[in-house]
Each structure stands twice: as structure tokens, then as C-alpha cells.
């Protein structure tokens, strides 16, 4: 404690280099919070589904993106049934304490993939044709009173601006153990409005045909995407 005027002392007298370390120890923290959050909330769908479906992520972090065109060379794999891909949005609806899991979908592919989630077929079809239309878990359909129909405001966070979503779905899961927090929306509406990584994805999701395959696969995707830019 001795030390402790002394320190307070030299804090003060150089205050841009103390708000700088402050600053950049909470960039730090935030960033490594985003992506224990990400990673949450993938490894979730992994854990409630099984064996049988692979993450596919930039080698360098969960935040680095991936090229829309790596879709197609991934389905043309063997023991590959599908293929999706998703990105995170990560905006704020009123507070920042309101969190819930935010994503952009293909909408074409991401019940292929990840089947443990029902959805009324009539509902899904209203969200199909709605550009800027949500689908959005039961659990946080209920937390924050949500229902069919309701016009949604989001300020994105990592994509700028106030982003507009029409609730037209509300999924539920197959199982207790089902991630009934989710929102989604159409990666086209995303890809459109933002300003930076057109034609880029977060991730990818692929289902093989038998867990047995899966280290497989895992190792041909290494081998496939070796030495380039998206590695």
C-alpha cells in the first residue's frame, strides 16, 4: 500500500499514455469476451447435435472472416451432406444488457444443417419472403414479450448503424437442451446494408454423413484450404 501515491501520482502526470493503456486493456477485454461468446455459442449447437457436423473457421481466429465462394468447394467434398454458413452480428437491442445471439444465415441451407430447431412451415415461409424478417427462439420471443409480426430495432455494433427486423418465425427446439436464444436473419440483408466484407462469412457448418468420418473430413478441409489468403 505503500506504493500506492506513488503510482496515483504517476498515473496523473502522463494522462494520454494512461488513458491509452486503460483503453487498450478494455479492447482487449471486450474482444476476448466477444469471442468466448461466439465460441459459446457454437460449440452449443455441436454439443446438443452430436458428431456429426464440423465448424469450418479462419485458421487465425473466430473473428477472422471466410470467402462465400469456399460454399460450394465445401459441399463438393466427400461424406459432405451439406453445407451452411452464418456471421455474427452482435448488436444491441435497447441495452446492452439485453443480449441474446445474433446471427446472418443462408437461408437456403441452415435447416439442412442444423435440424434439431422446428420452425411452422408457414411461418418460415413468411420469413423467406420477407428481405428484412427474423426468426427468433422461443425463449427470447418470451423474455422480451415478442411476438409474430412485431418490428424489431437493433443498433448494430460491429456493422453500424440501426438495423429494422419484422419477426415472422418462432423456433423451437426438438430437445430441452436446444438453444432456444437465438436470432436470425437473412445474410443478404447483412451483406447489403453493411459497409465493410461484402461477399465474406464468419463461418461455415458442414454435415458429413457418418461421425466417423468427421476426423476425415476435418483433415481433407485442412488440406484443401493449406497456404491460402483464407486460410
Request: proline share 3%.
Amino acid at each position: 500500500m505503500k506504493f500506492l501515491p506513488f503510482i496515483l501520482r504517476n498515473l496523473k502526470r502522463k494522462k494520454t499514455r494512461t488513458i491509452l493503456t486503460v483503453g487498450s486493456i478494455a479492447v482487449a477485454l471486450f474482444l476476448f469476451g466477444l469471442l468466448v461468446t461466439i465460441e459459446t455459442s457454437l460449440n452449443a449447437g455441436i454439443d446438443v447435435a452430436g458428431a456429426d457436423r464440423l465448424v469450418v473457421r479462419n485458421r487465425i481466429s473466430l473473428i477472422q472472416p471466410l470467402p462465400l465462394s469456399y460454399q460450394q468447394r465445401l459441399r463438393q467434398l466427400d461424406h459432405v451432406s451439406a453445407a451452411t454458413f452464418a456471421n455474427w452480428f452482435g448488436g444491441i437491442y435497447q441495452d446492452e444488457r439485453n443480449f441474446f445471439p445474433q446471427f446472418s444465415i443462408d437461408t437456403e441451407t441452415y435447416r439442412d444443417v442444423f435440424t434439431e430447431f422446428v420452425i411452422p412451415d408457414d411461418q418460415w415461409q413468411s420469413f423467406l419472403s420477407d428481405r428484412q424478417a427474423a426468426v427468433v427462439g422461443k425463449s427470447t420471443a418470451e423474455r422480451f414479450e415478442w411476438g409474430l409480426g412485431d418490428r424489431i430495432p437493433i443498433k448494430g455494433t460491429i456493422f453500424q448503424g440501426a438495423w429494422e427486423f419484422n419477426i415472422r418465425a418462432i423456433y423451437e427446439g426438438k430437445t430441452a437442451e436446444a438453444d432456444e436464444t437465438q436470432f436470425w436473419f437473412h445474410y443478404d440483408y447483412l451483406d447489403e446494408g453493411r459497409q465493410w466484407g461484402k461477399g465474406l462469412v464468419g463461418w461455415y457448418t458442414v454435415k458429413i454423413d457418418d461421425p466417423d468420418n468427421a476426423v476425415e473430413v476435418a483433415k481433407t478441409i485442412d488440406e484443401r484450404f493449406a497456404n491460402s489468403q483464407w486460410e
